[in-house]
């Protein structure tokens, strides 16, 4: 029953960014939908842009899939999926002394 649990709290950890994510992207398109029927309109001789609701929206954007993106990248990290330049720094490690009981040269 533990391991449901853990799962479940991993999707949710997941969903919820996924979700602000596509709030985001909404909250962008919205934005640009707005301003394009305003162009349209003659008779508004000046259209406003939403910039907040499109900031925000972006934000939202940005964070949800960085989190996702992050999340992906540190678990390929973690089972050894990713690129030789993307995988941790390990310390050399110190020569081994010889069987015969001399160190080695």
Same mark, same amino acid.
């Given at each position: 029953?533990? %391991?449901?649990?853990? +799962?479940?709290? =991993?999707?949710?950890? #997941?969903?919820?960014?996924?979700?602000?994510? =596509?709030?985001?992207? #909404?909250?962008?398109?919205?934005?640009? /939908?707005?301003?394009?029927? *305003?162009?349209?309109?003659?008779?508004?001789?000046? !259209?406003?842009?939403? /910039? #907040?609701?499109? =900031?925000?929206?972006?934000? #939202?954007? %940005? @964070?949800?899939?960085?989190? @996702?993106?992050? /999340? @992906?990248?540190? &678990?390929?990290?973690?089972?050894?999926?990713?690129?030789? +330049?993307? &995988? =941790?720094? &390990?310390? $050399? +490690? $110190?020569?081994? !002394? *010889?069987?015969?009981?001399? $160190?080695?040269?």
């Amino acid at each position: 029953m533990k %391991l449901v649990v853990s +799962r479940l709290i =991993a999707v949710l950890l #997941l969903v919820i960014p996924g979700l602000a994510a =596509a709030y985001g992207f #909404l909250l962008m398109k919205d934005a640009l /939908w707005d301003y394009f029927a *305003q162009l349209g309109n003659v008779k508004l001789p000046n !259209p406003e842009f939403a /910039w #907040l609701h499109f =900031a925000l929206g972006f934000i #939202l954007f %940005l @964070i949800g899939v960085g989190f @996702i993106g992050g /999340w @992906i990248f540190f &678990r390929d990290r973690k089972h050894n999926y990713v690129s030789s +330049r993307f &995988r =941790a720094k &390990r310390p $050399p +490690r $110190p020569p081994r !002394p *010889q069987e015969n009981g001399k $160190p080695s040269e």
